[in-house]
């Protein structure tokens, strides 16, 4: 079992930054891939950056260049967000996927963020 809890979400105007923190905890030896995912209102879940342990972060067209996913040994999970656009304003949650397993398989409660024009 892996566990996860987000926190760091909150209210920002466009153009600010805000950072996300996810604790990561519980049997994370053979947790292969860490990950951000939100979702908006009324819209579907989707993958916001994604890691490996050792590898560069992954993120989705609409991030890059304005996010940043990063982890401290594997225990704390990071995402910088810069330059903050109102449609950047969704749950986000964070997500493991264990090695064995393509799909991403635990999460955390959420935490909302609302960014404002």
């Known amino acids: 079992q892996v566990q996860l809890a987000e926190s760091g979400g909150g209210a920002v105007q466009a153009g600010g930054s805000l950072k996300l923190s996810c604790s990561v905890s519980?049997?994370?030896?053979?947790?292969?891939?860490l990950g951000w995912y939100r979702q908006a209102p009324g819209k579907e879940l989707e993958s916001v950056a994604t890691?490996?342990?050792?590898?560069?972060g992954k993120y989705a067209d609409s991030v890059k260049g304005r996010f940043t996913i990063s982890h401290d040994n594997w225990t704390k999970l990071y995402l910088q967000m810069t330059a903050m656009k109102v449609d950047d304003t969704a749950v986000y949650y964070c997500?493991?996927?264990?090695?064995?397993?393509?799909?991403?398989?635990?999460w955390g409660q959420g935490t909302q963020v609302t960014v404002s024009s």
């Open positions: 519980g049997n994370t030896q053979y947790t292969c891939e």
């Open positions: 997500a493991a996927r264990r090695c064995a397993n393509p799909d991403y398989t635990y």
């Open positions: 890691m490996e342990p050792d590898g560069p």
